[in-house]
């Protein structure tokens, strides 16, 4: 079934779609919910028990808060690639759908990873040490094959000079960073600074492309976000301070057998 603007307006009791912020369509055998690529200010959406399975039309609904989306058709958690722009999402009700699979703990990281912002999960608060796990732990989201989705403009150039351009692999690597935290890409005007030589000079490029993208992220994060960055960067140092430790101990008893 297609959620129409006619039931939508019905069930909100509203004149105009843009004026619906709270909608209830609990139980109602969609499959269709492409009307919500019309509804920008909908904060609080519930579509538990029915049958959709893309999320799609949700990615510019940007004031949406709270979502449920419990016993769904939702096959993959790529899907979750569509709610990474929703900035203000806080709460999500995801479970019962296929995308879920057997591994609860993996599932949970998957979807924190991928949405980090995000302050109760299936009914269950989430934890800021979760968050730092799901950083390190989590797998991965990938955009569902076929999905429309941001993609880098080229000019014209051909991909083989694109690929090397450094430039356009600034973009890539923060725009990468922007996504797993749920923001939207930055667009390829935005790097000119960044671009120019005096910025990568006796850097080796990657390091000097991945650094300016994430010095660059910073100045978008609030308070909470930064916490969150924080907490991600001290368990990454303490890895490597682990590592340099087991490494130094190895060389002693070598040193030592020899």
Known sequence: ???????????????????????????????????????????????SVNSISSLSPLAGCLSLSEL???????????ELSHLRPLTRLRV????????????ATQYRLTVLRCLPRLQKLDNQVVTD??????????????TPPGSI????????????ETENDPLNYNMEETNKIREELGMKPLSRDKFSSLSSPSTRESKPIKKSHTLDAV?????????????VVHTATQNRLQMYTLDSERLTKTQKTAEIQH
């Open 68 to 78: 449920y989306l419990r016993r769904n058709m939702i096959p993959s958690l790529s």
């Open 92 to 103: 999500l009700w995801l479970a019962e759908n296929p995308c879920c699979g057997t591994d």
């Open 149 to 160: 989705h941001y993609q880098h403009t080229t000019n014209g150039l051909q991909d083989t």
């Open 1 to 47: 079934m297609k959620l129409t603007r006619k039931l939508v307006l019905a069930k909100a009791k509203a004149s105009d779609l843009e004026s619906v912020k709270k909608l209830n369509c609990w139980g109602c055998n969609l499959t269709d919910i492409s009307v919500f690529a019309q509804m920008p200010n909908i904060e609080v959406l519930t579509l």
């Open 129 to 142: 040490d979760e968050i730092s796990l799901a950083l390190m732990e989590g797998e991965e989201v990938t």
């Open 215 to 227: 010095l660059l992220l910073l100045k978008d994060l609030d308070e909470e976000e930064l916490h």
